[in-house]
């Protein structure tokens, strides 16, 4: 009785807590992320990509519980087309992503400026910026990191949801799943331009980078929504099919429910009255017919 009445009277967190635990864990990721791009010995590499995936899944974990872990703008946009968060609710999730995403990338330069072997702290900042052309490793065009860009984004958005839908989800393993790929695209992404597949981590480190970065932020908006636009109406899509799907199978299985409740009663009342055909007795046709769908039923796989 005790456990009945604590899980009605436990309610959801407010969108204040929400908010609160979005700012929170966008904050700890860009941390991380700039953090070690910058500090790592390795410059970048490797280290860079595993301890940001590593920090979404531990974000996610920390705080998921309370606002859905998104971190990502493309990530609510995703979940807003997807219908699972409504549009007030997600515009403030983007606020509250933007401003942990600058507070995290202002602690980081503090941090900068107190190193004094990084004398110039924006242009050490502008390491972990996102940036295309001649700020890119590999002097990736704008075409390349924008394709790619949409394309990871709506891969990353696609395992969110994916991870995180329906009953069959498993709370312990969303967070490592959405880890692993994050990891892996930004992987693939930091040569090309220290691509976040993220646009308020690439706000945040814009904010404290050279000018250029700044100059070339609307890309890291634009490519990332549009991939999570896209993956959000493609997972509608497929949610939408399923439920049709479901729906047209119960629609279809009422008429066989009615037959084997039909041929339930009619060997019911058989057996009540004890009638069971003598050798010479003609069987009527209709029986035969039933007979008949029975056993082609049972081959067919439709009854045990």
Do not use: C
């Not at 519980?65 to 979940?79: D, E, M, Q, R």
């Not at 900042?125 to 940036?131: E, H, K, W």
């Not at 691509?195 to 908006?221: E, I």
């Amino acid at each position: 009785m005790s456990s009945s009445v604590h899980a009605t009277s436990e309610r959801p967190p407010g969108l204040t807590a929400r908010l609160g635990a979005e700012a929170l864990g966008t904050m700890f990721l860009v941390l991380v992320a700039a953090g070690t791009k910058i500090f790592s010995t390795q410059q970048g590499g490797p280290a860079t990509a595993l301890a940001t995936g590593l920090g979404v899944a531990a974000a996610m974990i920390a705080f998921g519980y309370v606002s859905g872990g998104h971190f990502n703008p493309a990530i609510t946009l995703a979940n807003l087309i997807a219908g699972r968060i409504r549009a007030v609710a997600a515009l403030g999730y983007v606020v509250a992503q933007v401003l942990g995403a600058v507070v995290g990338a202002a602690l980081v330069y503090f941090v900068v400026l107190a190193s004094p072997v990084l004398s110039d702290a924006r242009a050490a900042m502008g390491t972990a910026a996102a940036g295309f052309g001649e700020h890119s490793a590999a002097q990736t065009q704008m075409a390349g990191v924008l394709l790619l860009e949409v394309i990871g984004t709506a891969l990353l958005a696609g395992v969110f949801l994916g991870a995180t839908a329906g009953r069959r989800a498993i709370p312990v393993v969303a967070p490592f799943a959405v880890g692993l790929a994050t990891a892996v695209l930004l992987q693939f992404g930091e040569v090309l331009g220290n691509l976040p597949f993220n646009p308020a981590r690439a706000t945040g480190q814009a904010f404290f980078s050279p000018s250029w970065a700044l100059d070339g932020l609307w890309l890291f908006w634009v490519a990332p929504l549009l991939g999570a636009a896209l993956a959000g109406f493609v997972f509608r899509g497929f949610s939408d099919a399923g439920a049709r799907t479901v729906q047209e199978s119960e629609s279809e299985s009422e008429p066989e429910q009615e037959r084997e409740r039909e041929r339930e009663e009619t060997g019911n009342a058989t057996e009540a009255v004890g009638a069971v055909a003598p050798a010479d007795e003609v069987v009527p046709a209709d029986r035969k017919v039933a007979s008949a769908d029975e056993a082609r039923d049972f081959f067919d796989g439709k009854k045990g």
